[in-house]
Structures are given as C-alpha cells and as structure tokens.
C-alpha cells in the first residue's frame, strides 16, 4: 500500500498499518516538564531555595560578628600598645591598627553583599545563584581565616559549604532560570 510521495505536502501521511514508528518515521513531539507545552518553572520557592537563603543569612550574621570582634579589639588597640616606646613601635602599631580597620570594612562588605542576596532570592534571575555561589566561595576563605581565632569562623566555613551546595542542586537552578512575565 502506497501513502504517495513522501515530499508532497497534499499527500496522505501516515503510517501503514502494521509498522512501528522508528528511522524515518516521525517520533511523538518531547514530553515538556511542566503543563500547558511551555516550560514556566515553579510556582513557589522550592525548599533548597529556601534553605540556601537562610544559610546566606547565617553567613551574614557570622560577618557581623566578626566585625564586631574586630571592632572590640580595634577600640581596646591603644589600650594594648600604651606601654610601647619608640617611633618604630609606635609605627608598627598604627599599621596593626590599619590592618584590624581593614578586617572590619572587609567583615562589613561581606555582611552587606550577603544580605543583598538573599534579599534578591525571591526574585532575582539566575546571576543571583551564581553570585549565591561565589559569596559562598568566599565565605568559605573568610571561615578558613577566622577558624583559629573563634568558633565563628567553624560555623561560617560549614554552613558557606551547604550555601554552595544547596545553591548549586538542580531545583534552585530551574527556580533562578523559570521565565518572569
């Protein structure tokens, strides 16, 4: 049985009786992942989201605390370095002084990126989780340096790995990439 031509578009298609679809024949149309034929993403933040932003906000109240830590001995720095005589003492202390007022801006700018953050979370795109996954990234170097000093720098260093992980699974991916309108 003939179907004609197969390059005549007013010819009949389909397929004879008794074939399988297979090589030349055409297949079903891909099964999309959600309703409606369009991908739309999710509706409502999926839980590794949400965990991954509350772990940003860990991070940020750690940075807080490490700038307060910082704060204290910046203040108490005078304190410390009375008893120093001599102009390359006292030379040596003011750029120890320089160095903890550094940390301190360092802690507060990691604070505040963090916070950004997780605020964009709920709306932000798809750079969002990959800055989510930089800050981690870098919080996790910030938990490696303040790790001997205090306990902050442990929970820091832990909680920055699961920010990376949650961050990068496969729900928070199709949450930050689901199509705004």
Known sequence: MSFGDPNNPYAQQGQPQGQQPGYGYPQAPPVQPYGGGYPTGPVEIPSAVKTARIFLYIIVVCHVIVAAIYGAAFASFDENTAELSGTDAQAFADIGKGVIGFFIGLAVVFAALGLALALKYASGGNGVRVCAI????FAIISG??????????????????????????????????????
């Open 144 to 181: 490696i340096f303040t790790i001997l000093a205090w306990g902050v720098g442990l929970v820091t260093l832990i909680i920055a790995i699961l920010l990376i992980v949650f961050a990068a699974k496969r729900d928070s991916a199709e949450w930050f990439k689901r199509p705004r309108h």
């Open 134 to 137: 930089v800050y981690g990234s």
